[in-house]
């Protein structure tokens, strides 16, 4: 079979991982690495890797066949372009690791006749269907690694700091890097000021130095240390923005394991001649599973 595979999206840790895994297993079919994911697919951009070439990328953040937001994607004419770059490259499957748009982008795709296997990977771990998305780990573990660091300059003047972390429009990040750091309050979506006025209030009683999380898209940062400052008499308030430190490094150890995991599984069903599904995670079965697609 022709198998082409693509990095789609927002790159996370374990996705070079996950393609080296793929490549190994599926080594008995023609393997097409397109560059830039389905902006690659669009132009054509195919590249050339040796197993050699990806197995020193695998514990690397990013993705060695590069990634893309395709905005050309969503048109008619971009749409068109993929599929019929797909058909005359004689693809039987296309693999997609990708997040939310790559996930509703691989049911268009399936639609148009072209079979596809989705891999849930972003570190906003909010693909409903999979309890854990990989670059998740990674993502948690270098956010703590940074405000660990900052925080540390942050005792040593009394400072209050609020740190925004990533997560789009999904709470995971902020919960999981808040309990870690042992902040004294997690903003999220539904969080109120006053409710994190209190918290402060509170903490400032037994800590010098408290940590706030802000996730991100919920509220401006500035905001929120101004409002800090106006209601709580001499408090030295700073902000810091974690950002793309979040998908960078080296992936952790359970990053490896999972992202092992959910390429082991995809490459055994597609070996079985299975095709339009998904590989997820499910907590409760402590198991990687597939869905239909
Ligand atoms: O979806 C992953 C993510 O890192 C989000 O957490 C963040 O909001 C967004 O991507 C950033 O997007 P970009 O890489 O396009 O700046």
Redesign the pocket.
């Known amino acids: 079979m022709n198998i082409a595979i693509i990095g789609s ?4 840790a374990g996705m070079n991982e996950c393609l080296y895994t793929l490549y190994s297993k599926l080594k008995k079919h023609n393997i097409m690495l397109f560059c830039h994911g389905l902006q690659g697919i669009i132009n054509n951009e195919i590249v050339n890797y040796s197993i050699n070439d990806l197995k020193q990328e695998r514990t690397k953040g990013g993705i060695i066949i590069k990634s893309s ?1 395709s905005s050309e994607f969503m048109t008619d004419k971009g749409f068109n372009k993929c599929i019929s770059n797909l058909k005359k490259n004689k693809i039987d499957i296309l693999i997609i690791m990708g ?2 748009g790559s996930y509703q982008a691989t049911k268009k795709i399936i639609q148009a006749g072209i079979p596809c296997v989705f891999i849930p990977t ?3 771990n ?1 693909i409903k269907q999979s309890d854990y998305c990989i ?1 998740f780990s990674t ?1 948690v573990t270098n956010a703590i690694d940074f405000i660990q660091k900052v925080n540390t300059s942050m005792q040593a003047f009394d400072r209050t700091c609020i740190y925004e972390v ?3 429009h ?1 709470p995971d ?1 902020a919960n999981s890097v808040s309990k870690a750091v042992n902040a004294c309050f997690c903003f999220v979506g539904t969080s109120k000021k006053t409710e994190l006025l209190k918290a402060v209030k509170n903490e400032l009683k037994t800590n010098t130095a408290p940590i706030i999380i802000l996730q ?2 919920t509220i401006n940062i500035d905001e929120l240390k101004q409002y800090l400052q106006n209601n709580i008499k001499n408090i030295d308030a700073k902000s810091a923005v974690v950002g ?1 430190v ?2 960078g490094g080296f992936a952790t150890k359970k990053e490896l394991k999972m992202a092992n995991g959910f390429a082991t599984l995809a490459s055994t069903l597609i070996n079985k001649g299975e095709k339009n599904f998904m590989v997820a995670y499910d907590n409760s079965l402590n198991n990687f599973v597939s869905k239909n697609l």
């Open positions: 999206g927002g790159d996370g937001r997040g939310n972003t570190i906003d909010d670059g993502a990533m997560g789009r999904c990040i991100e898209n793309y979040q998908r």
